[in-house]
């Protein structure tokens, strides 16, 4: 009222971190203790980390967000087919100090460009989920029954980069477990026929990649979520994309600089992007209309968690493997463009599906 | 620009491994036979799918609708190809059996699925967008199919394929009963050679009542009592294996692609069919293709069968991309040159295994 009381206020339920937070914002005026990194979020989306001084207080500037996080490990069960809930991944991962060499942290972008306060570990597990059973389901990732050593090291090591590329964590440890004590499908089955309700599948799979990120409903918020992850990531990608593919004879390349072209005009665009509720300067655009728009935004984002798939494939891709990842690029790439073509007009295109 | 021309041909080669275009027939009320056929060309700015049906432009609109829909169970989209569906014949207004076989289509012209020669398909759905079948309204008489020569005949609805992800063998996501297929070679001779399939639908036991005797609750339809004697043992065996003693959870039926059969090859196809259902083993992205037998179920042990060369053979030609392959870790060294290598070339991969479980 009279600012009587005003003070700095402590971390937000400090004792989740580590445990069911993986990062919580820090607000102006906090004090962070030393073993906590803190990733600090600028106006514009940059990120950097605090400086490593002992008790840590922040002074953060005007549009500045903070982050603390805790590096773990955090021992958390994915669930690599959602067909099959009773088998699980137990898997140990951490968060790495920050490397000197690299330009951005990946796990610094993904707070900046996906996060919005608290991130829970059930929320980021979910996430990580999200991207292995897409992974699995679309075959850059095998893991097939009665799997082999070979074929699990093979996983393994897709999963290390999978993991690393999409949320920036650095698996320790993995190993298959029994979760029939945990989980009971039986149950699970059970309900489903009482609740009866076959219209809302338990697993949708379309829903799965992009549900975590945003949980929300209101379509104005999840599509500025959604174009604040192209602003961000799209320039990552591209780096990302330069460095990791590279191409192995002349016609790659020129598809690799074609794509990279395409990938600059897509980041511009972004960029560019009209509000969502305006079809004109000082013109309203229609409920339904709008709702259009934000399902092209969100396809979008499930674009942009497959191109960090694919980053993650390229990186331990032979030259002789690399002609279907550059064919999955284009197909990304065309995604893109289409979506963000549709996010930017103010009318359905002829023949578009409504309902989609 | 030049890097144009690069890029297409190179992404031309990989595509080429998909059809360009894909037929798929259709049984109508009054004994005809339509074809809906599908054909993919660069979208161009176009709509993601066409259909074209002369002289009648609502079910065109119907047809586009319904393939829409189907799409929605994919993951995978991709927005550079327009696929042009176009039906041979005007069924009437109120039948409806097309719709399967326009979805088919629809997914073997985008090499969704691959069938073996021609196939024909009835059926008809209220819920396409979860990929579910409810139902069809004809059969095709087995004449009918000897006569087109359709090796593949599918009849939408429960018994027959009740939701598309069965094509693969995966149980229905929504669903409250969890039904999964693998299938095994069966050996007859030569060209009498073929897969059968073979699936477990398990029930939830929803009262204390049902809950005596897991191995009673097993059903195998259609079967004589040697056999159903066989499966019960195999499965309760192989439930022993998982280590869950205790009450009784599930119901189980048990039903054959081809009622006549001979041996015990069946087997592990059907211990792992029931882990798919019961959602305790991983599942494959495309078929599930086992042969393997066992004295030992309750230690998960996989016993060597009979008839490497021709099932060998048998599996070289009928194996699609993402299909998974078991066999008995004894064949290992016995296995003809290049098959694995064959394998992988198709896309699926294979396994000796000497155990069940994971890892």
Same mark, same amino acid.
């Not at chain 1, 906590?36 to 207080?57: C, F, L, M, Q």
């Not at chain 1, 190993?175 to 039986?186: E, F, I, N, Q």
């Given at each position: 009222?009279? $600012?009587?009381?005003?003070?700095?206020?402590?971390?937000?339920?400090?004792?989740?971190? $580590?445990?069911?937070?993986?990062?919580?914002?820090?607000?102006?005026?906090?004090?962070?203790?030393?073993?906590?990194?803190?990733?600090?979020?600028?106006?514009?989306?940059?990120?950097?980390?605090?400086?490593?001084?002992?008790?840590?207080?922040?002074?953060?500037?005007?549009?500045?967000?903070?982050?603390?996080?805790?590096?773990?490990?955090?021992?958390?069960?994915?669930?690599?087919?959602? $067909?099959?809930?009773?088998?699980?991944?137990?898997?140990?991962?951490?968060?790495?100090?920050?490397?000197? &060499?690299?330009? &951005?942290?990946?796990?610094?972008?993904?707070?900046?460009?996906?996060?919005?306060? +608290?991130?829970?570990?059930?929320?980021?597990?979910?996430?990580?989920?999200?991207?292995?059973?897409?992974?699995?389901?679309?075959?850059? =990732?095998?893991?097939?029954?009665?799997?082999?050593?070979?074929?699990?090291?093979?996983?393994?090591? $897709?999963?290390?980069?999978?993991?690393?590329?999409?949320?920036?964590?650095?698996?320790?440890?993995?190993?298959?477990?029994?979760?029939?004590?945990?989980?009971?499908?039986?149950?699970?089955?059970?309900?489903?026929?009482? +609740?009866?309700?076959?219209?809302?599948?338990?697993? /949708?799979?379309?829903?799965?990649?992009?549900?975590?990120?945003?949980?929300?409903?209101?379509?104005?918020?999840?599509?500025? +979520?959604?174009?604040?992850?192209?602003?961000?990531?799209?320039?990552?990608?591209?780096?990302?994309?330069?460095?990791?593919?590279?191409?192995?004879?002349?016609?790659?390349?020129?598809?690799?600089?074609?794509?990279?072209?395409?990938?600059?005009?897509?980041?511009?665009?972004?960029?560019?992007?009209?509000?969502?509720? =305006?079809?004109?300067?000082?013109?309203?655009?229609?409920?339904?209309?709008?709702?259009?728009?934000? &399902?092209?935004?969100?396809?979008?984002?499930?674009?942009?968690?497959?191109?960090?798939?694919? =980053?993650?494939?390229?990186?331990? /891709?032979?030259?002789?493997?690399?002609?279907?990842?550059?064919?999955?690029?284009?197909?990304?790439?065309?995604?893109?463009?289409?979506?963000?073509?549709?996010?930017?007009?103010? &009318?359905?295109?002829?023949?578009?599906?409504?309902?989609? | 620009?030049?890097?144009?021309?690069?890029?297409?041909?190179?992404?031309?080669?990989?595509?080429?491994?998909?059809?360009?275009?894909?037929?798929?027939?259709?049984?109508?009320?009054?004994?005809?036979?339509?074809?809906?056929?599908?054909?993919?060309?660069?979208?161009?700015?176009?709509? @993601?799918?066409?259909?074209?049906?002369?002289?009648?432009?609502?079910?065109?609109?119907?047809?586009?609708?319904?393939?829409?829909?189907?799409?929605?169970? !994919?993951?995978?989209?991709?927005?550079?190809?327009?696929?042009?569906?176009?039906?041979?014949?005007?069924?009437?207004?109120?039948? *409806? @059996?097309?719709?399967?076989?326009?979805?088919?289509? @629809?997914?073997?012209?985008?090499?969704?699925?691959?069938?073996?020669?021609?196939?024909?398909?009835?059926?008809?759905?209220?819920?396409?967008?979860?990929? *579910?079948?409810?139902?069809?309204?004809?059969?095709?008489?087995? !004449?009918?199919?000897?006569?087109?020569?359709?090796?593949?005949?599918?009849?939408?609805?429960?018994?027959?394929?009740?939701?598309?992800?069965?094509?693969?063998?995966?149980?229905?996501?929504?669903?409250?009963?969890?039904?999964?297929?693998?299938?095994?070679?069966?050996?007859?001779?030569?060209?009498?050679?073929?897969?059968?399939?073979?699936?477990?639908?398990?029930?939830?036991?929803?009262?204390?009542?049902?809950?005596?005797?897991?191995?009673?609750?097993?059903?195998?339809?259609?079967?004589?009592?040697?056999?159903?004697?066989?499966?019960?043992?195999?499965?309760?065996?192989? *439930?022993?294996?998982?280590?869950?003693?205790?009450?009784?959870?599930?119901?189980?039926?048990?039903?054959?692609?081809?009622?006549?059969?001979?041996?015990?090859?069946?087997?592990?196809?059907?211990?792992?069919?029931?882990?798919?259902?019961?959602?305790?083993?991983?599942?494959?992205?495309?078929?599930?293709?086992?042969?393997?037998?066992?004295?030992?179920?309750?230690?998960?042990?996989?016993?060597?069968?009979?008839?490497?060369?021709?099932?060998?053979?048998?599996?070289?030609?009928?194996?699609?991309?993402? @299909?998974?392959?078991?066999?008995?870790?004894?064949?290992?060294?016995?296995?003809?040159?290049?098959?694995?290598?064959?394998? *992988?070339?198709?896309?699926?991969?294979?396994?000796?295994? !000497?155990?069940?479980?994971?890892?």
């Amino acid at each position: 009222m009279l $600012g009587l009381f005003k003070r700095a206020t402590p971390v937000a339920d400090a004792c989740e971190l $580590g445990n069911s937070a993986v990062a919580l914002p820090v607000r102006s005026g906090c004090t962070v203790p030393p073993s906590y990194p803190v990733v600090i979020v600028d106006a514009r989306g940059s990120t950097r980390r605090a400086g490593a001084a002992a008790a840590k207080r922040m002074e953060l500037r005007d549009g500045e967000a903070a982050y603390a996080f805790h590096p773990g490990p955090y021992t958390v069960d994915l669930l690599p087919f959602a $067909g099959a809930p009773e088998i699980g991944l137990r898997t140990r991962f951490t968060i790495d100090a920050a490397e000197p &060499h690299a330009a &951005h942290q990946r796990f610094d972008l993904y707070l900046a460009s996906e996060v919005a306060g +608290r991130l829970g570990l059930d929320a980021f597990t979910a996430v990580m989920e999200g991207a292995l059973q897409r992974e699995l389901q679309d075959g850059g =990732l095998d893991l097939p029954p009665c799997t082999s050593i070979e074929e699990w090291n093979a996983f393994r090591l $897709g999963l290390n980069e999978l993991l690393y590329m999409r949320c920036g964590v650095t698996v320790d440890d993995c190993v298959p477990v029994d979760l029939a004590g945990s989980r009971d499908y039986a149950a699970m089955l059970a309900a489903r026929a009482l +609740r009866g309700d076959s219209e809302a599948p338990l697993l /949708a799979p379309v829903a799965v990649p992009a549900a975590p990120a945003c949980g929300v409903v209101e379509p104005a918020i999840a599509d500025a +979520r959604a174009l604040r992850r192209l602003f961000l990531e799209l320039p990552c990608l591209m780096c990302g994309l330069r460095l990791a593919a590279l191409p192995a004879t002349p016609d790659q390349f020129r598809q690799q600089q074609a794509l990279l072209q395409r990938l600059d005009l897509l980041s511009v665009g972004a960029n560019a992007m009209p509000a969502l509720g =305006l079809a004109a300067p000082g013109q309203a655009l229609g409920a339904a209309e709008q709702g259009r728009r934000a &399902h092209h935004s969100r396809r979008a984002t499930v674009s942009l968690d497959e191109a960090w798939a694919l =980053l993650a494939r390229l990186k331990s /891709a032979t030259p002789a493997s690399l002609a279907p990842l550059y064919d999955e690029a284009e197909r990304i790439v065309a995604n893109l463009e289409a979506d963000c073509e549709g996010r930017r007009r103010t &009318h359905a295109a002829r023949g578009e599906s409504e309902a989609a | 620009m030049s890097a144009l021309p690069g890029g297409l041909a190179a992404s031309g080669s990989t595509v080429s491994a998909l059809p360009a275009s894909a037929e798929c027939r259709s049984l109508l009320a009054d004994g005809s036979v339509l074809t809906v056929s599908a054909t993919r060309r660069p979208r161009a700015g176009r709509a @993601d799918v066409k259909c074209t049906v002369p002289g009648d432009a609502r079910l065109a609109e119907r047809m586009q609708e319904v393939v829409r829909l189907a799409r929605h169970t !994919e993951q995978r989209f991709d927005s550079r190809d327009q696929v042009v569906i176009g039906i041979d014949r005007v069924p009437a207004a109120h039948e *409806r @059996d097309w719709e399967l076989a326009a979805v088919l289509a @629809d997914r073997m012209v985008r090499g969704l699925w691959t069938p073996r020669g021609q196939v024909a398909a009835n059926g008809w759905s209220d819920a396409w967008h979860l990929g *579910r079948v409810d139902g069809h309204a004809l059969d095709v008489p087995a !004449e009918v199919v000897s006569a087109a020569g359709m090796p593949v005949t599918l009849l939408g609805g429960p018994g027959g394929l009740a939701h598309l992800g069965q094509l693969s063998g995966h149980p229905d996501p929504g669903a409250a009963v969890s039904v999964a297929r693998a299938w095994f070679p069966l050996h007859a001779g030569g060209s009498g050679d073929s897969l059968c399939w073979v699936e477990v639908g398990v029930y939830p036991v929803q009262s204390a009542a049902d809950a005596l005797d897991e191995e009673q609750a097993i059903a195998v339809p259609g079967q004589d009592a040697a056999r159903q004697l066989a499966v019960r043992q195999a499965l309760s065996g192989a *439930r022993h294996f998982d280590g869950r003693s205790g009450a009784a959870r599930w119901r189980t039926t048990v039903r054959f692609g081809q009622p006549q059969f001979q041996g015990r090859s069946f087997e592990l196809a059907l211990v792992l069919a029931d882990r798919i259902a019961r959602g305790r083993e991983f599942v494959p992205r495309g078929r599930l293709i086992a042969s393997g037998q066992s004295d030992a179920w309750h230690t998960g042990r996989v016993d060597t069968v009979e008839g490497l060369a021709p099932k060998c053979a048998l599996l070289l030609r009928e194996a699609a991309p993402g @299909d998974r392959i078991l066999l008995p870790h004894a064949w290992q060294d016995a296995l003809p040159d290049g098959f694995d290598a064959g394998l *992988r070339a198709l896309g699926a991969s294979l396994a000796c295994v !000497e155990r069940i479980g994971i890892i």
